[in-house]
């Protein structure tokens, strides 16, 4: 507030002075004009940027500025403006790394990367995309930041991912990130689609649903992103409070760029197919006979022992890809538009599976005034995904489970009439399941978001800015599972006579913020920025799954059945916060920001209790020291950053409900098993980091390099209590975990010339966590108990460890008798990143390499039940080299959980493709013709004994992931990309 | 320029205004949108959510009953409890070998929780009833909480049956807060205070329940029949002959009347309502309950209750070295009703009640009221109170078959080393563990 006097005698020589303007073109070495390049009155915050020409033009208070002009992946250059000088032909040199580009640093502002204390990653939209078209943003950010435990469920068409940045962040609460977008809350809830009901998978020896639906984030087009960062942890993710433990994830879609309208259309066409072949297992009739018995015999000797290859009939489709697109973007001075469209078909390696999306965006931006503009982001996107039927059942009819149930000698093909016979050796007939069933989820969802800037007054030395923000994300999703009642496992008595089930949820979540950033420059070697804000965020979804079964005929309405069974879930949060934060910049050498959040939300027990996060770092730019003088290195910086954020208690936690009982025909209210605790609060996590950034040899060789400890505190669980208080379950903060972990990063142009460029981007990172606290006794947690394998939560071992029973040899912890395994966090990942340009040509290719880290596979064991497993014959894992490897496995259950829980390593060539752009003027009219072809996962190296090493049966569960029981596979693509500017 | 200012420094002024502003203004508290909560149920229930928690209560009260009933009746040796997924109701429960009963498995915990379940929504419905503004009248909310009092006793009489020796805990209103583990002793006495306590609302009280029961009679006057029924089941418990006549006589118990009035918890098909657990169909394989063989052998001949409680099988039923001719056959359907208490078991307390007083001539006849219902000819043995005692705990053997009284009968006159062992080396246990998470 001391500020305010000062300020009048500081307006004084703005409001009376002559101004300049700064006028030029920004090229690249090839003499290409460089769009969207920034030019920034140093120590202050006037600044434009070039359009579609290159060109800008910058009005500056005063007699003479030194003007910064930069871009990312480019060194930035400086120069002095005055009378004599202030017309620039200006040159930019490329730059390893990404000093220029710059990064968000609190609420309403941002901050130069080489100016930056966190380790906030950033992906820009070519790296996501430029490659090869992508279905889904959280799938395309594999491999491209350090940090990140990102693994595919499955391989079913239209996403589900799990991402996990920096380690374990709960035990039953959320695990994924926040994403925003545009300032928009982006909702990324995974929603069973009811499929239990037939697979009955929850229920015996686990309680999750597996249904593997796809999370919401799939909604998003990739093609519209023009910047992905990523807050990791804590000491950076502060800022966003309560919802931000998982890390947040910050999108920022496309923008017009000033000049006439510039017309972009793409076109990519390819085709997938399964990652990895299985093969099947090769008969005779000894086999069949220690197998099946005389029942297998008699089928295989009245086929003559005629075999069929049901991993090309249910997995061997080449699935035909097609991505297209169009986007226009353009404008004035004061006005900016860009509009996108997407249509994506994909067909999935499974007949009947696919995933069909069609998204529509358009941003504007509009200058009112000098002083106030404003911005509207609205989206809207249709989708369709057929996922199939997957993953585990105590049914044994999902496609996968009755796959391997089914030696290959058996005909399951239809007769001339259309009519399926039935399996003789299992419940169900996959070739009938897959052609009669449906499992369709169907996307209708508009995102609108709108931005208002209101810069109150600026001068020289000091600016005070209002923004505010508010979004809408509203969604229909509807879930289709329709199980006929011809299928096998439904008609004569099997099942429910046919299931016909349709859930709806429609969810609507707004947000809304408010903030004030106010610059002040004392001295031109000193700056503070001062903001402070408000926030709501609002949350509302409502689920209705109605289940009907019994069904009349081939009618799939629900009405049309005999049992209808209907059930409903809402989620309602109300959030409110506030946040300050006050950043320190003597003369970019030192960088310093303290900040603080408060939250409120009525998803705590006390609706009204304050929790505060708050957040420090500093940076040191040690190259900006007066007495420094190594010419060869521009930049060694330090830096520390501390923070904390809170995670949420699963929804319901805080309230004590009275749950339906059924009596004689009238429905009671009995207290349920679990107490909910009126005194919850959120999960708290407290994050510190500190790293060392080093560029050299004029920016062409960048280092980053961090470490973390980021201690999660308060864990929630739902523990056991005495029951003679009604109650056998309550929630208690009762566990405490640490993650430590190492991110590095080089990145390198080895060569640059005006004709060749390379560019290198090396990534490792590495976490290892443990549990520090735990009140209760330790406990199994999920999968199918110890005798498959399980996770233990234990004190003062990793919360992913993985243990089991173990014969007489084996060590074995002496509380639970059971052997570790394994651990399903990987050992250490590690990515290369390359892009070589020569003259018109592009070769880039994304490589990952993840070193550790073990799945329990389940597909194995059900396979050697069944007799099936290809590698059923084989002899390469009986110690004794006896037994056969489906015997030698057999022959451990009950003994040891060894043969289930094996190392799911794995390399992979990500991304690869290659470009080439025509020359340009080839066609009138035409600014761009580029034709390329790329694949996705082509090269994959890996010992797992299943499809992929990246599954996971339980979808994005916080701890139990990697379990693979009878996924949808993998699948590799390949495509032939065309694209063209006008 | 000065107007610049002013506006400059307002402006300023603004967010922090608004962010005190904002602070201070309240979220709203969200109630569950899914289900009913327990705390606004108990500040202010509408007639119906009562109504509400009186059928939940009645419908949890059948919750593991078969846990219940197994572990009474096999360690009883009513019946053996075949399981092809659970080796333990052969194992554990009969003692067999080192086998001893688990302190943290399904049948010590399933229906201690099952029943401190029930107990929790009595006491909600207490507070419901207490704090309630819908209009009812003050003897209704008197009634109302006497039934929830008589009903969450009942419940704690089926725990303690169990508990035995280990007493348990009756005051469990704060979940925060639980009262001691009482004594044996206190613990049934605290029971018999409760019903005691309940009757005095019920007794004389002309006024209908706010709500309906299935359990024996909307109407609190009438109630308190079965109140004191199970008043005189827990009295001679206690031993306590004068208390358990007095109930005796002021409960539904009528010497000349149907012996299967009574209370009953009702089974349905219903969508999502249960079915008797007790119930297995004849000649069932895997899972299946089987008479332990004494109780056909030790029959006297013509006793039509072993034919209208066991089924012979078609093939002899083994298991884990024991094995049965005969299927459990106490409840022939699977909505066959099961009783809380019943006029038999009333008139054979009634015989025991008169026999430890001394009145044989009233002891024996309601002795053979029950052995004539029975087919059999009038008690013609000697009447010595022991002799009467043994009489009256053979027909209660045979008329409360696989009610589960045999073993607590049996333990109140310290006569379980009387129960046939069918392996050399299994025990019969006096109580079951006090479950590990107390």
Redesign the interface.
């Known amino acids: 507030?001391r500020a305010?006097p000062v300020?009048?005698v500081l307006?004084l020589p703005f409001?009376s002075s002559a101004q300049i303007t700064a006028t030029g073109t920004v090229r690249d070495a090839a003499n290409a004009p460089l769009s969207g390049a920034t030019i920034n009155l140093k120590n202050s915050t006037l600044a434009t940027t070039t359009d579609e020409g290159g060109k800008f033009s910058l009005t500056i208070p005063g007699k003479a500025g030194m003007i910064e002009i930069s871009f990312i992946g480019y060194s930035p250059q400086t120069f002095e403006v005055d009378d004599a000088h202030h017309n620039f032909s200006v040159t930019l040199v490329a730059a390893a790394g990404k000093l220029e580009e710059v990064v968000i640093s609190g609420f309403a502002t941002s901050i130069k990367r080489s100016n930056l204390a966190n380790a906030i990653a950033s992906v820009s939209g070519r790296e996501l995309i430029g490659t090869i078209t992508q279905p889904t943003v959280d799938g395309a950010l594999y491999g491209k930041f350090t940090g990140a435990n990102i693994s595919a469920n499955s391989g079913a068409p239209g996403g589900g991912i799990s991402l996990k940045l920096r380690g374990i962040t709960s035990i039953v609460a959320n695990s994924q990130p926040l994403f925003i977008v545009d300032g928009v809350y982006f909702d990324n809830s995974s929603i069973n689609a009811g499929l239990n009901l037939v697979s009955k998978a929850a229920g015996q020896g686990n309680n999750n649903f597996q249904d593997n639906p796809s999370n919401r984030v799939a909604d998003l087009d990739p093609e519209d992103i023009d910047r992905v960062e990523i807050l990791k942890g804590a000491s950076a993710a502060a800022i966003y409070g309560s919802r931000a433990a998982g890390g947040v994830v910050i999108i920022t879609t496309k923008r017009g760029i000033r000049g006439k309208p510039r017309i972009e259309i793409g076109e990519s066409i390819g085709v997938q197919a399964q990652l990895r072949k299985l093969g099947q297992r090769s008969w005779d009739t000894a086999k069949v006979n220690s197998a099946f018995g005389a029942a297998g015999l008699g089928i295989y000797n009245a086929n003559n022992g005629k075999t069929y290859n049901y991993e090309d009939e249910l997995y061997g489709r080449k699935g035909l890809l097609n991505n297209t697109r169009l986007s226009v973007s353009g404008g004035n001075d004061v006005t900016t538009y860009y509009a996108g469209v997407t249509y994506r078909n994909d067909d999935g390696i499974v007949e009947n599976t696919g995933y069909r999306k069609t998204s529509f965006r358009v941003n504007l931006d509009q200058k009112i005034t000098k002083t106030l503009d404003f911005s509207i982001t609205a989206n809207y996107v249709e989708s369709k995904a057929d996922r199939g039927y997957f993953n585990n059942d105590n049914t044994s009819t999902t496609l996968g489970v009755s796959y391997v149930a089914t030696p290959s000698w058996v005909n399951l093909y239809p007769d001339a009439n259309g009519n399926y016979p039935n399996n003789p050796l299992a419940p169900s007939n996959f070739i009938q399941t897959r052609d009669l069933m449906t499992n369709r989820e169907n996307v209708n969802r508009t995102l609108l978001g709108t931005i208002i800037n209101w810069k109150?007054?600026s001068s020289d030395r000091h600016s005070?800015r209002?923004t505010g923000r508010g979004g809408i994300d509203y969604y229909t999703l509807s879930t289709t599972a329709i199980f006929p009642k011809e299928l096998q496992f439904e008609k004569d008595g099997a099942g429910t006579n046919g299931a016909s089930i349709f859930g709806t949820t429609l969810t609507r979540n707004s947000n809304i913020n408010?903030?004030?950033v106010?610059d002040f420059r004392p001295t031109p070697n000193l700056s503070f920025r001062t903001q402070?804000?408000?926030t709501a965020e609002n949350t509302d979804q409502n689920t209705v799954v109605s289940t009907a079964t019994q069904l009349i005929g081939t009618q799939t309405n629900v009405n049309q059945s005999g049992?209808i069974?209907v059930n409903?879930?809402?989620?309602?949060?109300?959030?409110?916060g506030?946040f300050?934060q006050e950043e320190v910049n003597f003369n970019d050498l030192v960088i310093a920001t303290l900040g603080v959040r408060?939250d409120?939300?009525?998803r705590n027990g006390d609706?009204?209790k304050?929790y505060y996060y708050p957040k420090a770092s500093v940076a040191v730019n040690l190259q900006n020291l007066a007495s420094w003088s190594l010419e060869q290195v521009n930049q060694l910086k330090v830096r520390a950053a501390y923070g904390e954020a809170g995670n949420f208690a699963p929804f319901?936690a805080i309230?004590?409900?009275?749950?339906?009982?059924?009596?004689?025909?009238?429905?009671?209210?009995?207290?349920?098993?679990t107490?909910g605790n009126?005194t919850l609060g959120p999960e708290r996590q407290k994050e510190f980091e500190f790293g060392l950034d080093m560029s050299v040899l004029k920016n062409r060789l960048t280092f980053e390099g961090t470490y973390y400890i980021k201690k999660v505190e308060d864990l929630l669980l739902n523990v056991?209590?005495?029951?003679?208080?009604?109650?056998?379950l309550?929630w208690k903060n009762v566990a405490a975990i640490d993650n430590k972990g190492i991110e590095l990063g080089v990145s390198a142009i080895p060569v640059t010339t005006r004709d060749l460029r390379w560019n290198l981007e090396l990534r490792f990172w590495k976490n290892t966590a443990k549990v520090t606290r735990l009140d209760v006794p330790s406990f199994n947690l999920g999968v199918f108990g110890a005798s498959l394998g399980t996770y233990r939560i234990q004190k003062g071992q990793s919360p992913t460890q993985l243990v089991g029973i173990a014969d007489s040899q084996d060590v074995k912890d002496p509380e639970s008798g059971l052997h570790t395994f394994g651990n399903a966090e990987p050992d250490f990942q590690s990515s290369l990143r390359s892009v070589l340009t020569w003259k018109n040509f592009g070769f880039t290719f994304l490589m990952h390499w993840k070193k550790g880290g073990d799945n329990i596979n389940l597909t194995t064991l059900l396979s050697d039940i069944f007799g099936t497993s290809p590698d059923f014959d084989k002899t390469d894992l009986d110690p004794g080299k006896k037994l056969t490897n489906g015997n030698y496995r057999l022959s451990q259950l009950g003994a040891s959980a060894r043969p289930w829980i094996q190392d799911a390593s794995y390399f992979r060539v990500r991304e690869i493709g290659l470009t080439y752009r025509l020359p340009p003027d080839l066609i009138k009219g035409v600014s761009r013709i580029v034709v390329g072809v790329s694949g996705r996962n082509l090269i994959n190296v890996f010992k797992y004994r299943s499809y992929d090493p990246e599954v996971s049966n339980f979808g994005t569960n916080a701890i139990s992931s990697n379990v693979d029981v009878t996924p949808f596979p993998s699948a590799k693509s390949i495509y032939f990309n065309v694209s063209v500017a006008f | 320029?000065k107007k610049?200012?002013n506006y400059?420094?307002n402006?300023?002024l603004?967010?922090?205004v608004?962010?005190l502003m904002?602070?201070s203004?309240?979220?709203?508290?969200?109630?569950?949108?899914?289900?009913?909560?327990?705390?606004t149920?108990s500040e202010n229930a509408s007639l119906s959510?009562i109504?509400?928690?009186?059928?939940?209560?009645?419908?949890?009260m059948?919750d593991n009953l078969n846990s219940y009933f197994d572990g009474v009746g096999v360690i009883g040796r009513e019946f053996y409890r075949y399981s092809t997924s659970d080796p333990r109701f052969t194992s554990d429960l009969l003692g067999k070998g080192n086998a001893t009963l688990d302190s943290n498995t399904f049948y010590t915990?399933n229906p201690?929780?099952s029943r401190?379940?029930?107990?929790?929504?009595t006491?909600?419905l207490i507070k419901a009833l207490q704090n309630t503004k819908a209009t009812i009248s003050e003897a209704e909310r008197k009634a109302g909480i006497a039934y929830a009092l008589t009903i969450q006793a009942y419940q704690l009489l089926m725990v303690f049956n169990q508990q035995y020796g280990n007493g348990?805990?009756v005051d469990?209103s704060d979940?925060e807060r639980?009262g001691p583990f009482l004594s044996q002793d206190e613990s049934l006495k605290a029971i018999q205070d409760s019903l005691n306590k309940a009757d005095l609302d019920l007794n004389d009280n002309a006024a209908r329940f706010p709500f309906t029961t299935?359990l024996y009679s909307n109407v609190a006057d009438d109630f308190s029949k079965l109140n004191r029924a199970f008043a005189a089941r827990v009295a001679i418990y206690r031993k306590d002959w004068a208390q358990a006549n007095s109930a005796l006589s002021e409960s539904f118990f009528d010497i000349n009347g149907d012996l299967t009035t009574g209370s009953y918890h009702?089974f349905?098909t219903?969508?999502?309502?249960?079915l008797n657990p007790q119930y297995f169909p004849q000649n069932s394989s895997g899972e299946t309950r089987v008479v332990q063989p004494s109780f056909i052998t030790d029959a006297q001949p013509g006793d039509t209750r072993v034919a209208s409680k066991t089924s012979k099988r078609t093939a002899t039923a083994f298991q884990d070295g024991l094995q049965s001719d005969y299927d459990f056959w106490v409840y022939q359907s699977n909505v066959a009703p099961i009783p809380l208490i019943r006029n038999e078991e009333l008139i054979l307390i009634y015989a025991e009640v008169k026999a430890q007083l001394g009145d044989v001539t009233n002891a024996k006849t309601a002795i053979n009221v029950i052995r004539k219902a029975a087919g059999l000819p009038d008690y013609a043995g000697p009447t010595d109170l022991n002799s009467l005692i043994d009489e009256i705990l053979d027909q209660r053997r045979y008329s409360l078959f696989g009610e589960g009284h045999r073993w607590i009968d049996m333990r109140r006159y310290d006569k379980l080393d009387q129960l046939p062992k069918d392996r050399p080396d299994d025990n019969v246990w006096t109580q079951f563990p006090r479950?590990a998470?107390?």
Do not use: H
Request: net charge neutral; proline share 6%; hydrophobic share 45%.
């Open positions: 507030m305010i300020l009048v307006l409001l109150l007054f005070l209002l408010a903030s004030a106010y402070a804000g408000m049992s069974q409903q879930v809402r989620t309602i949060q109300k959030d409110r506030f300050a408060g409120k939300s009525s609706a009204n304050l319901g309230y004590t409900p009275l749950v339906p009982a059924i009596i004689n025909g009238n429905t009671g209210s009995l207290i349920d098993l107490r009126e056991q209590v005495p029951t003679s208080s009604g109650f056998s309550a | 320029m610049i200012i400059s420094k402006i300023f603004l967010p922090i608004a962010i904002w602070t203004c309240k979220v709203d508290v969200i109630d569950d949108p899914n289900n009913p909560g327990a705390g149920i959510e109504q509400n928690l009186v059928d939940g209560m009645e419908s949890g059948r915990t201690f929780a401190y379940r029930v107990v929790k929504n006491n909600i348990i805990r469990v979940p639980l299935s009702l349905s219903a969508g999502g309502d249960q479950p998470n107390e």
